[in-house]
């Protein structure tokens, strides 16, 4: 079973950039499909983005198109989310989330396997 850890969360100003990382441990990533959601206060867990296995194909929402960009590297186990330009309403508790296969990138029941969360807070 892969166990998955957050960091890099904090607070920032409105313009500002901050980069997420999520590190698997317990098995390799192999085959898992990887997606980062997001949660605000009183509001659902929402999609942010998502990578395949190879890597070569992402999912955005486009709420974060052309500001957040996902990676991984396979060889360290991790998933990153580099967000810039940052905005107020991009504050929420971050989550990294994997599942076995490919498909339904966006779909948060899909995934099976959840990190425990990083705060992130834009200030304007």
């Known amino acids: 079973q892969v166990q998955l850890v957050e960091s890099g969360g904090g607070s920032v100003q409105a313009g500002g950039s901050l980069r997420l990382s999520c590190a698997a441990s317990g098995r390799t990533f192999r085959g898992y499909s990887l997606g980062w959601f997001r949660q605000a206060p009183g509001k659902e867990r929402e999609f942010v983005a998502a990578?395949?296995?190879?890597?070569?194909?992402?999912y955005y929402a486009d709420s974060v198109k052309g500001r957040f960009t996902i990676s991984r590297d396979n060889a360290k186990n991790t998933v990153y989310l580099q967000m810039n330009s940052l905005k107020p309403e991009d504050t929420a508790v971050y989550y990294c989330?994997?599942?076995?296969?490919?498909?339904?990138?966006?779909?948060?029941?899909?995934?099976?396997?959840w990190g425990q969360g990083t705060q992130v807070t834009v200030s304007s």
């Open positions: 989330a994997a599942k076995m296969g490919y498909g339904a990138f966006n779909s948060r029941p899909t995934y099976d396997i």
């Open positions: 990578i395949a296995w190879s890597g070569g194909s992402t």
